[in-house]
């Protein structure tokens, strides 16, 4: 019986091995920053991603924090990341292979990736994609984009910028020599913080 179970699983090895396929992606490509964005993969398969152009780097991610390494967010899923891979025009072409395992090989599961480079993930529409991409399901990539761009992007930037701005600004404050010491106005001032400075100042005159 262990032996006819050992054959078994020997056999079923074989025939995964036999099945397996490696997917080709290039990083840094002249039409976008992943070609193709989403390949359709199996448990045994491989996705290498070959650099090409530029300075890119390609890491997993969830669809839930987008633009971000995996494994800071799950610490246990020992997500893929290439690091920072300077291709220098061509010349200096390196490769990335991913095993697909477990659940990276679920038809129904997608495995979010994304360049690390700056300004490209919320910034570039090419720069995440995605093994097994689903667009019955609720975590698309279009939704991915825009989670993104909201969080890494433009809009993100933008909205950084503005906090700081309005942290930064002060009160504008005048004062006219002729008022004597009720000429000191404060534009910033409400209604009942104005009365109460109104009545100090009366106390002492």
Known sequence: MIAI???????SSLSLRARAEDHQILVGGAIAIFEPNNVTVVEGDT??????????????????FPCEFI????????GFNSGAR???NGTSVTNLTVQITGKMGWANTTTWFYDGADKSCGWDDTAAGGFNLREDSNETLAGYLRNAARLFG???????RTTSQTRTARPSTT?????GALGLITSEF????????????????
């Open 86 to 88: 300077p291709a220098n």
């Open 5 to 11: 179970t050992l054959i078994s699983l020997l056999l």
């Open 154 to 160: 433009q809009e993100a930037e933008d909205q950084t």
């Open 175 to 179: 004062f006219s020599p002729d008022s």
């Open 190 to 205: 409400s209604f009942p913080i104005a009365l109460v400075v109104t009545a100090i100042l009366v106390t002492f005159v």
């Open 47 to 64: 996705v290498t991603f070959t650099f090409i152009n530029g300075t890119h780097s390609v890491l997993q991610s969830n669809f839930v």
């Open 71 to 78: 494994n800071e967010a799950e610490p246990a899923s020992n």
